[in-house]
């Protein structure tokens, strides 16, 4: 539920990518986020948990998506909702485990890993459980607990707008992710613990030329 990578760095580095990377999702989760409507927002929330979840793993990706959402509601307590941080956390575990799990080898091993962890994350994420969550945060928020709107009533009406939206942040972070692989990859094979020691993500052999992508 690691990466090679993050197990190999002493402790001083895992702490400091820690530090690192939930400082991001703090910023992401407070400073450059935009909302549109209380259910909707602009964000880059997703790239972080993808950069993580490959860079570190399964495990610190789900801590640092609920973590972040925590600490940036601590320090902009406006619309919080804790269950959009535990989803959040949730895709990051799911990232991490496609990137880490996954017996796929190659030198484009990590771009066809991260295809299938967009897939299955937009799937069960986006589509899925976040409007659930929308509903239930709409329930407790918005009509004061009463049920305005049964969850199908809600879906039919809610539902094709909110994807329409979220579809395209969604994409917006996939492909700042992707931009992004080849300097995560260049970091993984420079900074392990031993010199001339290699890593790329998604859980492969340590070797110079698996999952570099060019």
Same mark, same amino acid.
């Given at each position: ?10 402790? =001083?580095?895992? *702490?400091? !990518? ?5 400082? +991001?999702?703090? $910023?992401? %989760?407070?400073?450059?986020? #935009? ?81 299938? =962890?967009?897939? *299955?994350? !937009? ?5 899925? +459980?976040?409007? $659930?969550? %929308?509903?239930?945060?709409? #329930? ?75």
């Amino acid at each position: 539920m690691f990466s090679k990578y993050f197990t190999s760095l002493n402790a =001083a580095k895992k *702490v400091a !990518y820690i530090g690192l990377f939930l400082a +991001l999702s703090v $910023v992401a %989760n407070t400073v450059l986020d #935009l909302d549109i409507t209380p259910q909707n927002k602009i964000t880059f929330t997703y790239l972080i948990m993808f950069l993580s979840a490959y860079m570190l793993g399964a495990l610190p990706a789900l801590f640092l998506g609920f973590a972040g959402d925590g600490l940036g509601y601590l320090i902009l307590p406006d619309g919080n909702y804790w269950f959009y941080g535990l989803t959040l956390g949730l895709l990051g575990f799911t990232a991490g485990v496609v990137f880490h799990c996954l017996p796929i080898k190659g030198k484009r091993a990590p771009l066809i890993k991260a295809a299938i =962890a967009f897939v *299955v994350c !937009y799937a069960l994420f986006t589509v899925c +459980l976040n409007t $659930v969550v %929308n509903y239930t945060y709409a #329930l407790v928020f918005l009509w004061g607990g009463a049920v305005n709107k049964s969850l199908w009533v809600y879906l039919v009406g809610y539902l094709p707008p909110r994807l329409a939206i979220q579809t395209a942040v969604f994409v917006g972070n996939a492909a700042l992710f992707l931009a992004l692989l080849p300097l995560a990859e260049r970091l993984m094979r420079t900074g392990g613990k031993k010199k001339g020691e290699h890593f790329s993500g998604g859980g492969e052999d340590p070797r110079p030329t698996d999952g570099e992508i060019s």
